[in-house]
């Protein structure tokens, strides 16, 4: 979901990587409709394995508590955004979740323009 508001809002300004230490074989179905809610496609996205390169070649890394399981390198900005985790829960659980990534990832795409 953060990837999708990321490509959304932050458009030409940003490249979007999205990765995870442990990445499922599929995106979430019910995140896939809540975004659709929000008039943002994910349904073709699949999983990727977050890789040293990947951190590497990112200038800010947003982790979500994989805590020691993310590659960390200097010179990167880090940030850890503490959310519910949508695995298993039903469209109604999984909305809130959606605002707050929305919120995060406004944020963040207002903190990228600031500084460019």
């Known amino acids: 979901m953060a990837a999708g508001f990321l490509r959304e809002l932050g458009g030409d300004l940003v490249e979007v990587r999205s990765a995870g230490t442990q990445p499922g074989d599929r995106v979430n179905p019910v995140a896939v409709d809540a975004m659709a809610e929000v ?7 699949f999983p990727h394995r977050l890789t040293d390169d990947a951190v590497k070649a990112s200038d800010y890394v947003i982790t979500m508590g994989c ?42 795409v207002d903190e990228i323009k600031a500084s460019s």
């Open 67 to 108: 805590g020691d399981a993310c590659p960390y390198f200097p010179g990167k900005t880090y940030l850890d955004w503490p959310l519910n985790d949508p695995a298993g829960q039903g469209l109604e659980a999984v909305r809130p979740i959606r605002d707050e990534i929305r919120e995060l990832v406004a944020n963040l």
């Open 39 to 45: 008039g943002i496609d994910i349904s073709q996205n």
